[in-house]
């Protein structure tokens, strides 16, 4: 696993969850997956810019894609879930332009949602951002813009 900094050395941070087998019900529960991201942000530290919205995937048309989507915009970034109702499992993507305690994280989401097993990734993002080359006139995105 790679070692995560906790300072300016990269843009940003990302949890990847999936969870398996989640507790029955958990994956249609709109008022649940609304509640879990309206509260994460405050779990966590971070501020909204807009409240959460969840959506319903039409099962008529998607049966395999039976469940709910949502997520919640942040200042740091954003939260997103997306459940899958037939297998009663669960994604959840948390990526903030701060650091944050990804264990803490992963155990607020599986208060949430019980899962029998899951899975989880962390990762630095924008590993460059802060580079002096990618601030440089060399870099081909800056290149003749530099004042």
């Not at 701060?98 to 993002?125: G, I, N, T, V």
Request: glycine residues 6%; positive net charge.
């Amino acid at each position: 696993m790679t070692k995560i900094s906790k300072d300016d050395r990269v843009f940003g941070f990302q949890l990847l969850l999936d969870f398996y087998r989640c507790k029955t019900g958990v994956c249609d529960d709109l008022g649940l997956c609304y509640d879990f991201l309206d509260k994460i942000v405050d779990d966590l530290g971070m501020k909204k810019q807009a409240p959460p919205e969840v959506f319903r995937s039409n099962a008529d048309l998607y049966p395999d894609k039976a469940g709910l989507s949502g997520w919640v915009p942040l200042i740091e970034s954003s939260v997103v879930i997306h459940t899958l109702s037939k297998k009663n499992f669960i994604s959840i993507d948390i990526y903030s332009c701060r650091y944050f305690d990804s264990l803490k994280a992963e155990r607020f989401c599986k208060k949430y949602f019980h899962p029998k097993k899951s899975e989880h990734q962390y990762m630095e993002r924008g590993l460059e951002y802060y580079s002096e080359y990618y601030k440089s006139e060399k870099h081909p995105r800056t290149a003749g813009r530099m004042a």
